[in-house]
């Protein structure tokens, strides 16, 4: 078997437990709970979990979605964040190759999907995740760059970007228009995509959240969900959103 296809199939496995790993700061972090005490136990009788019940995907089939002690169905979150995390640094790993840097971008891509989790089922976006997505966005190459093409240096004009205009939008609509977690979230994306992919990034989550803000007609819509898509989306297609730029601008 190729070098390449094992690395590929190790970064779709430290993505699964990874992803376990996500469910718990998903379901903990938002009740202001400890991340690593207590152990794993079921969220409905509280029994402490054997090791073999946390086998990330495996031990969820394998039990057949009830917990083991009090036969009470475990959420199909715990299964599809696992799964969807370990496809997430697949493609990851497919785009940018066996290089230093890539577990950062990864667990940068991580802590954005547990971000998307808690912002739509508690409409919060927990400052340590975020700052922990700012800060391995920030680990690149770019890190090193002395120009405007350092990442620090993108963050800062993206998230300071945008918050003024959330400052003035806020001033002349006479209420907040724009959270800090956004501002934040603007400062992972920019370091993690650079200039003009942020912006381009930025007019696709718009995009995305047109419909389900029209659905939602008087409920609250998270927008984090959509950033943080955007960014996936951008990211893994650089090369296709250029081209699409070119497009509109020259035709």
Known sequence: ???????????????????????????RVPLGENIAFPASHCTSCSHPLKW??????????FLRG?????????????PLIELINALM????????GLVWWFPFVA?????????????FKYYAVPDPVNFFA????????????????????????AAGGLWLIGFLVSKAARKEA???????????????????????ALFLSAILAIVPSLLAKDTKVPFVPFLALATLIV??????????????LYG
């Open 134 to 157: 700012l800060g391995a966005a920030l680990i690149s190459p770019k890190l090193f760059r002395i120009d405007l093409n350092n990442s620090i240096v993108q963050a800062l004009i």
């Open 66 to 78: 009830k917990c083991a002690f009090c036969g009470e169905p475990i959420s199909k979150q715990y």
């Open 1 to 27: 078997m190729e070098p390449m296809i094992l690395y590929a199939i190790l970064a779709a496995l430290v993505g699964l437990l990874v992803g376990s790993f996500l469910n718990v700061v998903i379901y």
């Open 52 to 61: 073999y019940h946390n086998i990330p995907l495996f031990s969820w089939l």
């Open 235 to 248: 990211y893994l297609f650089d090369a296709q959103a250029a081209q699409l730029i070119d497009w509109i």
């Open 89 to 96: 640094w697949l493609m990851l790993f497919l785009k940018v």
């Open 178 to 200: 724009m959270g800090s977690a956004d501002v934040i979230v603007a400062g992972t994306m920019a370091a993690l995509l650079g200039f003009p992919d942020f912006f381009i």
């Open 107 to 119: 667990a940068s891509f991580s802590a954005l999907l547990a971000l998307t989790m808690i912002d």
